[in-house]
């Protein structure tokens, strides 16, 4: 089993910035990818972004890219993603997620394809 917890989301005005930290226990966070995805309300969830537990690759949602970087610390078992620009339509509860995987470069980019998930943390930006 693994455990994950996010935090640093928070209220911000548009164009602002929020780093949100995702702290993983238990199985070998470092055999992981990992996942962000974010839900509005009255919304599906979608995915944000992912970084293989090599760290080297790392993939976005159109909507995020060139204003979200994904990142990992393994020695502390812990994924940011660090929000830039900011946008209203931003706003959702943001959850971190987990995937064991085989290959040190795979990404996975669906809900389906990650078994673990973290509570979620609110993100508000105001206009």
């Known amino acids: 089993q693994v455990q994950l917890v996010e935090s640093g989301g928070g209220l911000v005005q548009a164009g602002g910035s929020l780093r949100l930290s995702c702290v993983a226990s238990g199985r070998t966070f470092s055999n992981y990818v990992m996942g962000w995805f974010r839900q509005a309300p009255g919304k599906e969830r979608e995915f944000v972004s992912a970084i293989s537990w090599g760290g080297t690759r790392t993939y976005y949602a159109d909507s995020v890219k060139g204003r979200f970087t994904i990142s990992r610390d393994n020695a502390k078992n812990t994924v940011y993603l660090q929000m830039d620009s900011l946008k209203p339509e931003d706003t959702a509860v943001y959850y971190c997620?987990?995937?064991?995987?085989?290959?040190?470069?795979?990404?996975?980019?669906?809900?389906?394809?990650?078994?673990?998930w973290g509570q979620g943390t609110q993100v508000t930006v105001s206009s």
């Open positions: 997620a987990g995937a064991a995987s085989v290959f040190a470069t795979m990404l996975f980019t669906t809900t389906g394809e990650y078994g673990y």
